[in-house]
């Protein structure tokens, strides 16, 4: 069975990813913690995590998705081009589901992943202009937006995003439960 790669990086936001692991779990659905490093990565709540592979030895092959959480600091990522073209490989498989939430769909802008894509992003205009990399016509201000196999998320959507992401895999999951109507 393949697995959703769920990405780590330094400051990376571990609330983000709580209910899209969640809801991974309850669909029986393995996941693979990739990081830049082999050493232990330390999210933005101080939360130490040492991930299963990185980006210089995972198959790409065995994944059927990928997870970015967003990053207290993206800028700690903007000149790291290993992962920018790692990303890229990821996502020369149309079939693969790509989501990334807060800042994170800046990684999927910077690899040219977003062009002709709608997308939104944890940033506010000024911060999107100043990169140079996006495409303003195809910014929504919506909380969650998916195109094709691209699903992009504020960080205040985390719940509608893991809910999102458990319906692109097709998972059995309770989604009533993630919003208190369980």
Known sequence: ?????????????????????????????????????????????DLICIPDRTIYNTDISTLDSVLFPGCMDITTLYGNNDLIEFIRKCTSSKE???????????????????KDRKFTIGMEYEQR????????????????VQDRNILTARGSGFIQFGIKLGELLELEFDPKWYQGQS
């Open 129 to 144: 202009k100043i990169t140079g990399i996006f495409d303003e016509e195809n910014y929504c201000s919506e909380l969650v």
């Open 96 to 114: 693969l589901v790509v989501a990334a939430i807060s800042s994170s769909p800046y990684l999927l802008a910077k690899a040219g992943v977003l």
């Open 1 to 45: 069975m393949k697995s959703t790669g769920v990405f780590l990086y330094p400051l990376f936001s571990e609330y983000e990813l709580t209910v899209a692991l969640s809801i991974l779990k309850q669909g029986n659905h393995p996941i693979t913690t990739i990081g830049i490093t082999s050493g232990p990565i330390q999210g933005e709540s």
